[in-house]
């Protein structure tokens, strides 16, 4: 019991008519449940590309910045930039938390623009090394997220978060 987060890549792979056979996709099943899906119905495949485990402070993030503020555990869309700018803060955080003089800014900061989130079995909301360590993951995870896509290939896929609790 407790939060998890998710982010889901979507990929668009549905095949029309008007498509050339260099464009078209081709799926292959394999499996128990083969025989019950039919490559030709699919029209994208999901990915879960992301995964956090009480890491309240992103989880905040997202529900501030994709969720209206709403934390209802409902999909959100999530933008390719809403990850670059969610990976570049983590980042920023962590490269102020490496300067021991910097260290007390960067708690202060942290408390304004990436804040621990209270919530039912949420983890710690202290800023403990819990909380860079998810940091620091986040951080991990966004940007072989991001390398993975490429530049200029962001509009052939879409992105979801999602938590439970």
């Known amino acids: 019991m407790g939060l998890d987060s998710y982010l889901y890549k979507r990929t668009y792979v549905k095949n029309w008519d008007y498509m050339t056979p260099e ?3 081709t799926i292959t099943i394999a499996g128990p449940t083969a025989a019950d899906i039919k490559p030709a119905r699919i029209s994208e495949i999901i990915e879960q590309v992301a995964y956090w485990r009480k890491a309240n402070a992103i989880h ?3 529900v501030r910045n994709c969720q209206d503020g709403v934390d ?3 999909d959100a869309s999530v933008e390719v930039e809403q990850l670059i700018d969610l990976r570049d803060l ?4 962590l490269a102020l938390r490496t300067t021991a003089p910097a260290e007390a800014a960067a708690r202060a ?3 304004n623009v990436l804040p621990p989130t209270v919530g039912c ?3 710690s909301t202290e800023l403990d090394e819990g909380y860079w360590d998810h940091l620091a993951d986040t951080d991990r995870m966004l940007t072989a997220i991001l390398d993975e896509l490429g530049e200029g290939l962001y509009g ?3 992105f979801t978060y999602s938590s439970s609790w």
């Open 23 to 25: 464009e078209r996709h």
């Open 72 to 74: 209802d555990c409902r």
């Open 109 to 111: 900061w942290c408390t």
């Open 60 to 62: 905040g993030w997202f």
């Open 90 to 93: 983590c980042r920023e955080l």
């Open 121 to 123: 079995f949420f983890g």
């Open 156 to 158: 052939r896929w879409s």
